[in-house]
């Protein structure tokens, strides 16, 4: 059974760090291209960042770019989001999500996804 458990998500002022992680079961974790997305209340879930197998390939929402980073430890089975320079507009529920190939934008390539962390910025 896959899992994927997200952690790290809270409560932080504009302009802070946060650092998200997913922890993944289940599967060849090194063979998946991994992604973050988010889900703001009333809103649709958008992609924020995505990495390849090997971490050798990345990409970003234009709204995040230049201040969170992906990354991955494969001996750990996990993907890190790093947080930095947060904005309210940041707020939202964050997934992680693994899927196939290289990964994209795009929700419905990811075949599993974690129950999300709850990341909130305050102004």
């Known amino acids: 059974q896959v899992q994927l458990v997200e952690s790290g998500g809270g409560l932080v002022q504009a302009g802070g760090s946060l650092r998200l992680s997913c922890a993944a079961s289940?599967?060849?974790?090194?063979?998946?291209?991994m992604a973050w997305f988010r889900q703001a209340p009333e809103k649709e879930r958008e992609f924020v960042a995505r990495?390849?197998?090997?971490?050798?390939?990345?990409s970003y929402a234009d709204s995040v770019k230049g201040r969170f980073t992906i990354s991955r430890d494969n001996a750990k089975n996990t993907v890190y989001l790093q947080m930095n320079s947060l904005k309210p507009e940041d707020t939202a529920v964050y997934y992680c999500?693994?899927?196939?190939?290289?990964?994209?934008?795009?929700?419905?390539?990811?075949?599993?996804w974690g129950q999300g962390t709850q990341v909130t910025v305050s102004s």
């Open positions: 999500a693994a899927g196939y190939g290289l990964g994209s934008r795009y929700s419905a390539d990811y075949a599993y």
């Open positions: 289940g599967l060849t974790f090194s063979t998946y291209a």
């Open positions: 990495i390849n197998w090997n971490g050798g390939s990345t």
